[in-house]
């Protein structure tokens, strides 16, 4: 019993989870940035849709955040805070394009895609060992991120 942690998962397991969450947690943080910038600096004739569109996002983008955090926690272990750690780690690139519709859009979907492939790996980790409360998150996020990448793919007419 002395490779169990107190939620009763396998310690160096749940270390190598903690990682990939981090990870997934700079993805995340930086998407969810490039989102405040989009909703700010967004141009043109969908502006009000758009606006408003990437309000939404952010602010869910904003509650996973928290959750993968507190799910890092949870296993037993510290979810990385600083924005350098992020920017480090992240394959989610900082945003120069916030004002095209389109573009961003496409900014958008191309983070999504990211984000869905490294949540895959996440379940079937947690999957792995165990781990239904990550598990459950994971696969929580990919059913809602790919009704959105329906949605937004929809308005680009893809």
């Known amino acids: 019993m002395d ?3 107190r939620i009763g998962l396998d310690t160096d397991k749940s270390k190598e ?3 990939l969450l ?3 947690l700079s ?3 930086t998407f969810y940035q490039n989102t405040r910038g989009y909703h700010w600096n967004i141009r043109g004739d969908k502006f009000f ?3 408003q569109k990437f309000e939404e996002l952010y602010n869910d983008l904003f509650l996973k955040i928290d959750e993968i955090a507190e799910r890092i926690l949870t296993l037993g272990h510290v979810p990385q805070h ?3 750690d ?3 780690k992240s394959i989610i690139p900082e945003s120069n394009e916030i004002t095209n519709g389109t573009k961003v859009i496409e900014e958008i979907l191309k983070a999504f895609r990211t984000l869905l492939t490294k949540q895959r790996h996440i379940l079937n980790f947690s999957a792995e060992i165990n781990d239904e409360g990550t598990n459950a998150l994971m696969s929580d996020y990919i059913r809602e991120q790919e009704k959105l ?3 937004y793919s929809a308005y680009l007419n893809n």
């Open 3 to 5: 490779n169990i942690n």
């Open 17 to 19: 989870l903690a990682d």
């Open 22 to 24: 981090n990870d997934l």
């Open 27 to 29: 993805n995340y943080s």
């Open 49 to 51: 849709e758009l606006h």
């Open 82 to 84: 600083k924005f350098s």
């Open 86 to 88: 992020y920017l480090e």
């Open 149 to 151: 990448v329906w949605m």
